[in-house]
């Protein structure tokens, strides 16, 4: 079997509305690029029907008993991803998957790790509450007090990184507080750390198909 070059992780609890068209989107996104890919699904102990519709797609699905957090979702992709770029992204369709050639391009030129930034311009401004805004940019201040280093969104979801980065250093947080754990230890570790603008919607309330 062909090693994928690339592994596109998809956390997902309780997202049977929107997993369906989020892994069709990523599959169409990924086939046309010139790169191998996998899907690998993680559902975190969903209750609905997340776990029958992501299998139903043809791609892997590993599956946590019960809701153990998103941190514990990610570790357990990031052990069972094959590729030597692994790209996480939400299961709840505020990502554009045709964003995935942006992240994936800065790694093949050398990065470390791409964040996708959100809030570049308005229209991503305008996906989430003043509030949501205000704390994200308190959290990157806090970040760039810790590291030295300006980062343009440090709560995104939507990563790729070198696998062998992730290897290097053990992932404790177990809910949404990975991605600020994620991104002070790859820039304290020195990791060539890049951000990119990357499309966000809405969450969605209804199914893309």
């Given at each position: 079997m062909l090693v994928p070059a690339v592994s596109v992780v998809i956390p997902a609890f309780n997202e049977e509305r929107t997993i369906g068209a989020v892994i069709s989107e990523v599959q169409?996104?990924?086939?046309?690029?010139?790169?191998?890919?996998?899907?690998?699904?993680?559902?975190?102990?969903?209750?609905?029907?997340?776990?029958?519709?992501?299998?139903?797609?043809?791609?892997?699905?590993?599956?946590?008993?019960?809701?153990?957090?998103?941190?514990?979702?990610?570790?357990?992709?990031?052990?069972?991803?094959?590729?030597?770029?692994?790209?996480?992204?939400?299961?709840?369709?505020?990502?554009?998957?045709?964003?995935?050639?942006?992240?994936?391009?800065?790694?093949?030129?050398?990065?470390?790790?791409?964040?996708?930034?959100?809030?570049?311009?308005?229209?991503?401004?305008?996906?989430?509450?003043?509030?949501?805004?205000?704390?994200?940019?308190?959290?990157?201040?806090?970040?760039?007090?810790?590291?030295g280093k300006r980062i343009g969104d440090s709560q995104t979801g939507f990563r790729a990184f070198r696998k062998k980065i992730l290897q290097e250093f053990g992932i404790s947080s177990e809910g949404f507080e990975v991605e600020t754990e994620l991104t002070v230890k790859m820039l304290m570790n020195g990791n060539d750390v890049r951000g990119v603008p990357i499309t966000i919607r809405r969450r969605l309330t209804a199914p893309l198909d």
């Open positions: 169409k996104a990924a086939s046309s690029g010139s790169v191998s890919y996998e899907i690998v699904v993680v559902d975190d102990g969903s209750v609905d029907k997340t776990r029958i519709v992501a299998k139903s797609r043809n791609v892997r699905v590993v599956c946590n008993e019960k809701n153990q957090g998103k941190g514990v979702a990610l570790r357990k992709g990031f052990e069972c991803a094959r590729g030597d770029i692994i790209v996480t992204i939400d299961a709840d369709g505020s990502h554009d998957p045709r964003d995935i050639g942006k992240l994936v391009r800065p790694i093949l030129e050398g990065a470390d790790v791409v964040l996708g930034c959100r809030f570049a311009d308005v229209q991503g401004q305008g996906t989430t509450t003043r509030l949501n805004l205000f704390g994200s940019s308190i959290i990157n201040a806090l970040i760039w007090l810790v590291t």
